[in-house]
């Protein structure tokens, strides 16, 4: 299991393909090779309030949270962080060539025992 949840301000929404956004997050995560194929979500929610720092209305922002289950090394989850914020830098480089943007990823692991799923994706990806 590992979703990414990216809430973005909505001015951004003129200025980037947010469903390209998350494919292109969606096959760096795959790329990762940490999480199942099955498993990974990507989604993009618009902020439509917000106050953002000096409240200039250039200021926008990217936050994401990559919620994923337990039983992954503090190495590979700091590598599976290191690699998707690396992507969003790119996603975003118009964005952070200017002095109104910030971008932040935050990882959440999730407790077996408090975590209740159903998926038939799974079934369909990975046959027994």
């Known amino acids: 299991m590992a979703h990414l949840i990216i809430q973005y301000s909505v001015n951004l929404d003129s200025l980037k393909d947010m469903t390209n956004v998350c494919s292109v ?8 090779e940490l999480f199942p194929l099955a498993g990974i979500r990507v ?3 618009p902020v439509i309030h917000s106050s953002i720092a000096d409240e200039h209305s250039d200021n926008a922002f990217v936050d994401m949270v990559l919620r994923m289950g337990e039983g992954r090394t503090e ?3 700091v590598m599976a962080g290191t690699d998707l914020m690396a992507t969003a830098e790119v996603e975003f480089s118009e ?3 200017n002095p109104h943007f910030a971008l932040s990823l935050e990882i ?9 799923k159903k998926n ?3 079934k369909r990806l990975m046959p027994t």
């Open 43 to 45: 989604r993009a929610y």
């Open 108 to 116: 959440i692991v999730i407790s077996k025992l408090l975590s209740w």
């Open 120 to 122: 038939t994706i799974h």
């Open 25 to 32: 997050m969606s096959k760096a995560m795959q790329k990762t």
């Open 95 to 97: 964005q952070m060539a």
């Open 75 to 77: 190495k590979q989850k």
